[in-house]
Nanobody, 127 residues
Framework: QVQLVESGGGSVQAGGSLRVSCVASEYTYNSICMAWFRQAPGKEREGVAKLATGGGSTYYYADSVKGRFTVSRDKAQNTLYLQMNSLKPEDTAMYYC???????????????????WGQGTQVTVSS
C-alpha cells in the first residue's frame, strides 16, 4: 500500500509560480507511474503530468500545461514535485498526486488506472 501526502498549494496571482509536493510512503515497485491530476469545481478530474520512474525518468505533460509545468522527483526523499510557472486563473483546482504500479505509457490520464491517491492540495490563481 502506497500512501501519498501532498503539500505546497496556496494562492497566487496570475503569472506567478507555485510548487506542490507529494511524499510517498514507499516506492514498492521497480516500475511505477507517478502522476499529478487536478479537479476544478464542477469539472472532471484531469491529468496534468506523469513521471515514469522505472529505469530512467520519462516525463509526460498535458497540452494545457506543457511549457509551464515541470514534474520532477527526489528519489532519496520519495518525493514528487510539480513546479507550476506562468499560472493562469484556469489552473485553479485541487491538485492530487496519484500512483500506479504500471508503466505510464499504457495508463493515459485515466483516474481509474491509478489505485493510490493523496488527499489533494488547493491551488488558487487570481486574475
Amino acid at each position: 500500500q502506497v500512501q501519498l501526502v501532498e503539500s505546497g498549494g496556496g494562492s497566487v496571482q496570475a503569472g506567478g509560480s507555485l510548487r506542490v509536493s507529494c511524499v510517498a510512503s514507499e516506492y514498492t515497485y521497480n516500475s511505477i507511474c507517478m502522476a499529478w491530476f487536478r479537479q476544478a469545481p464542477g469539472k472532471e478530474r484531469e491529468g496534468v503530468a506523469k513521471l515514469a520512474t522505472g529505469g530512467g525518468s520519462t516525463y509526460y505533460y498535458a497540452d494545457s500545461v506543457k511549457g509551464r509545468f515541470t514534474v520532477s522527483r527526489d528519489k532519496a526523499q520519495n518525493t514528487l514535485y510539480l513546479q507550476m510557472n506562468s499560472l493562469k486563473p484556469e489552473d485553479t483546482a485541487m491538485y492530487y498526486c496519484a500512483a500506479a504500479p504500471l508503466p505510464c505509457a499504457g495508463l493515459g490520464y485515466l483516474p481509474e488506472k491509478f489505485p493510490y491517491w493523496g488527499q489533494g492540495t488547493q491551488v488558487t490563481v487570481s486574475s
